[in-house]
């Protein structure tokens, strides 16, 4: 499911909304994905400039970012 939201925001350079587990401390953020790997992905967090290699079993869940709805117009 993570990889669906994953190749939602790289296709529709939309923002998604993910819960990262990192050193036993989950966290909640919005990034966008700006590409795909195997065995994870990069992304812009708000306020980086660069992008940031994400593993995919870092990701406890991710889901659309809030007043995004997956709607494409």
Request: hydrophobic share 40%.
């Amino acid at each position: 499911m993570t990889e669906r939201f994953v190749r939602y925001s790289l296709e529709n350079g939309r923002k998604i909304s993910v819960i990262l587990l990192n050193e036993a401390e989950m966290k909640r953020k919005n990034l966008q994905v700006t590409a795909m790997e195997k065995d994870g992905f990069y992304a812009l967090f708000a306020g980086r400039k660069k992008s940031v290699k994400i593993a995919y079993a870092d990701v406890l869940t991710a889901d659309y970012a809030r007043g995004d709805h997956g709607e494409l117009e």
